[in-house]
Each structure stands twice: as structure tokens, then as C-alpha cells.
């Protein structure tokens, strides 16, 4: 699936190299990795590349793949912090983190913390 980020970014979900890549053109400006255990889907670390960075490319890139997943009906477990932090500031993506394995990127996102 691609999705457009930015006026001129798009988001594209590269299954096969399991990743979330934001494109310029044909140039990676940032990416979100990913890898599938047991059922759920591990957010393993996001990447901006220094030019396009405070221009909401990982926003939009975390948005984009937490919508796609949210589709697919399947749970996530944070690794990353980015995206943990991304979670604590926009709670309504909070109900895909699996409680059962919510790993240590998702302490910001989780109640009480």
C-alpha cells in the first residue's frame, strides 16, 4: 500500500524487506522496520534521514504504518521509541499495543508511566 506523507513524500509499506519507507521520488527519506512474531507485529526502530527531519516525516510514516496494521487486525509490540512516544501523544492508536507483549518502547504509551 502507498500512502502520500507529504505534499511530495509518499509511504509505502515494503513487505518484503519488512519496512515502512517514506519516498522522495525514488530516494528512501525514512523508514520504519519492522519484524512479524507470533501473530503480532514488532516496531523495531524508525529512521528520518538528517535533511527532512522536524518536517513531520515520522509522523506521518508511524501514522501511515499503524493505520495499515490497525487494518489488518493484527497487535504490536514497541521496540522503538519513536513510536512509543508517537502512541503517548495520540492514544487512540494505543489499542494495538499487545498487553502481552508490550516491550520497553512502549513505556511512554502505557497508562501510568
Known amino acids: 500500500m502507498t500512502t502520500e506523507i507529504t505534499e511530495t513524500a509518499r509511504a509505502e509499506n515494503n513487505a518484503e524487506r519488512q519496512r515502512f519507507v517514506a519516498l522522495l521520488g525514488a530516494d ?3 523508514e520504519l ?20 527531519r522536524n518536517q513531520r516525516v515520522a509522523y506521518e510514516l508511524i501514522a501511515r504504518a499503524l493505520d495499515e ?8 509490540t514497541i521496540i522503538c521509541p519513536v513510536v512509543g512516544e508517537f502512541i503517548a501523544r495520540n492514544p487512540e492508536y494505543a489499542e494495538l499495543i499487545d498487553p502481552g507483549h508490550p516491550e520497553d518502547g512502549a513505556g511512554a504509551a502505557r497508562p501510568g508511566r
Request: glycine share 12%; proline share 0%.
Open 33 to 52: 522496520t519492522y519484524r512479524h512474531v507470533g501473530g503480532r507485529i514488532v516496531l523495531l526502530s524508525t529512521w528520518v534521514d538528517s535533511v527532512y
Open 28 to 30: 528512501a527519506i525514512g
Open 69 to 76: 496494521i490497525s487494518d489488518t487486525g493484527k497487535k504490536i
